[in-house]
């Protein structure tokens, strides 16, 4: 017979041996990162492991409260605030969203032989809390659901990826347009060179062209790739020099370095990731965070500066803490005319 002790019993040894698989799950997945940082990796690991311990926790707190265990206010406190996390954790990160937008990046006057639809994805953070098989098939579904002219990926394609980086974006092949790419903080400076060329390798070999520092031609305008802001990669000088008889897309992975952008006959658009919507939206905390990854305030959106616009993804992965709260990942299809 389950008497009160048997059941808290039950529960003591069922969070023993899943703290247990957690920290040898993490160990082990560090083991097999390509990263000069296993310490910080392990740590990390351990937050995004450790975190299958709320679903008993959960369940026990809806037992403890039924059978009066926990005062009725304890119970409903650990109830929610496990829900929230387990939301936050294992439910939001999964409901990948499509959002549209509609810009004229022709001149004043001027139209588009046709408008071209771009997706616009960023921060993919393959490696240790998300970009897997199960997620990346879903964001190729959903991009080729929309039948955009060609996908743009605004940096941040790793966060300290195991050495199957090549096999973990083989999905990317099945993307029927092609695919443009810079690199953003997290691949060209940290965690440092290594994942570079893991990445350029990976990257190759699976479909994807990257265009930094390089154009593309378009009937009605140019795409230029700029390098990332925090890796000294931003120089823009050289832009009023380049042809100017159609309008600039822009694709850098930080949406500071659109402060960078020199007067052009036509106003360009720039396209950047980096900020993830904040990641976890929280009153006053977010925002207090932001101004650390945003100096100019970019958070998610379009924003107009003086020289340039810049529209801003929430990306598709996760750093820090394995968890997205209010900012479900997404995928912008921007409509040019």
Not at 200 to 218: M, P
């Amino acid at each position: 017979m389950w008497t009160t002790n048997n059941v808290i019993l039950c529960f003591y040894i069922s969070f023993a041996l899943l703290a247990l698989w957690g920290i040898a799950q993490a160990w082990r997945s560090q083991s097999r990162t390509e990263t000069i940082h296993p310490f910080k990796s392990f740590v990390h690991l351990l937050a995004f492991y450790l975190s299958y311990l709320l679903f008993p926790l959960i369940l026990f707190s809806a037992y403890a409260g039924w059978t009066q265990l926990y005062s009725l206010h304890q119970a409903i406190f650990i109830f929610l605030l496990s829900a929230l996390l387990i939301y936050a954790r294992f439910i939001e990160p999964h409901f990948i969203h499509v959002r549209h937008l509609s810009y004229k990046l022709s001149a004043p006057g001027q139209s588009f032989q046709k408008p071209v639809r771009v997706a616009l994805i960023a921060d993919l953070h393959v490696g240790l809390f998300s970009g897997h098989e199960r997620q990346l098939k879903l964001v190729v579904e959903k991009i080729n659901q929309q039948q955009p002219d060609f996908v743009v990926v605004a940096g941040d394609w790793t966060y300290e990826p195991e050495n199957q980086l090549e096999q973990e974006l083989a999905v990317l092949q099945q993307i029927q347009a092609p695919i443009y790419s810079v690199n953003g903080n997290h691949d060209e400076q940290y965690p440092g060179p290594p994942i570079l060329d893991l990445l350029q390798r990976a990257l190759a070999n699976n479909n994807v062209i990257d265009i930094e520092a390089k154009i593309v031609e378009f009937d009605d305008f140019r795409l230029i790739g700029i390098g990332d802001l925090w890796a000294g990669k931003t120089d823009m000088r050289d832009m009023p020099d380049l042809p100017q008889d159609k309008p600039w897309l822009i694709l850098s992975h930080n949406p500071d370095t659109v402060d960078m952008v020199p007067n052009l006959a036509t106003r360009p658009l720039m396209l950047s990731g980096h900020t993830h919507g904040g990641q976890v939206e929280l009153p006053w905390v977010t925002n207090y965070i932001m101004k650390k990854v945003s100096i100019l305030g970019h958070k998610r959106g379009l924003y107009e500066h003086e020289n340039a616009d810049v529209f801003v993804t929430v990306g598709i992965g996760m750093v820090g803490v394995p968890f997205r709260f209010r900012v479900p990942p997404t995928i912008d299809i921007i409509e040019l005319n």
